[in-house]
């Protein structure tokens, strides 16, 4: 089935660091979204990107993150500066319409550890 | 706020038994209610989805009944097998609800041989 890649699979920094996760979407789909997964436990919506620009975001996207999707490459998550809070593993997914009417699929996540 | 809850949050049964897995929701705006399969170390995969608009949807050993009146589903696993042991989410979006889905803590299934 259609397969999203993140890069890289486990990165680990010192807080107050910057961090960039990247995300390769399936080729065809137009909605991009970042969840956040602390401890193997719920999936926690950040963001969701559409047509160059942000939709949607959550209490969870902090100030400190950004998005974006330059010439149509890598769909990508920056954390600048990281907190100690930010580790967790960070799922990106993407769909062809909505999420109403479309299945997501996932990548299998990049596990950020802030030290 | 939590829009949708799962429960149990864990639960074990003996290959060939059904695994009942359930879940409600807050919004009645909510609309498409997809079930997802998460493998440790994966990221979470569709496995089963439903409308509101239907009140069962079944995909070979994998049911979901829906009470829209209620609020409430549930993942019926028939004949369940040590392969099925997995991490199940349910989640929920729906027309005015944003472009996102909102998912449950999870359940863990565990199927023993």
């Known amino acids: 089935g259609p397969k999203v890649l993140q890069i890289p699979s486990h990165q680990i920094i010192d807080m107050g660091q910057m961090v960039t996760l990247n995300c390769d979407p399936v080729s065809n789909h137009l909605y991009f979204y970042w969840y956040k997964q602390i401890l193997g436990q719920q999936m926690e919506f950040l963001v969701n990107?559409?047509?160059?620009?942000?939709?949607?975001k959550s209490k969870l996207f902090k100030d400190q993150f950004s998005v974006e999707r330059p010439d149509g490459s890598y769909f990508t998550l920056k954390i600048q500066p990281t907190a100690l809070e930010d580790s967790a593993v960070y799922f990106c997914?993407?769909?062809?319409?909505?999420?109403?009417?479309?299945?997501?699929?996932f990548g299998s996540g990049t596990r950020l550890t802030v030290l | 706020q939590q829009q949708v809850r799962q429960s149990p949050q864990s639960l074990t049964v003996w290959e060939g038994e059904t695994a009942i897995l359930n879940c409600s929701y807050e919004?009645?705006?909510?609309?498409?209610f997809p079930w997802y399969q998460q493998f440790p170390g994966e990221g979470p995969a569709l496995l089963i989805a439903?409308?509101?608009?239907?009140d069962k949807k079944e995909d070979g050993r994998f049911t979901i009944f829906f009470n829209k009146r209620e609020k409430k589903l549930s993942l019926h696993i028939t004949d369940s097998q040590p392969g099925d042991s997995a991490t199940y989410f349910c989640?929920?979006?729906?027309?005015?609800?944003?472009?996102?889905?909102?998912f449950g803590k999870g359940a863990k299934l565990t199927v023993s041989p």
């Open positions: 919004n009645s705006a909510f609309d498409y």
């Open positions: 990107f559409y047509n160059g620009k942000v939709m949607e």
């Open positions: 989640a929920a979006s729906g027309q005015g609800t944003g472009s996102k889905l909102s």
């Open positions: 439903i409308r509101s608009v239907s």
């Open positions: 997914a993407s769909s062809w319409g909505g999420a109403s009417a479309e299945t997501l699929y």
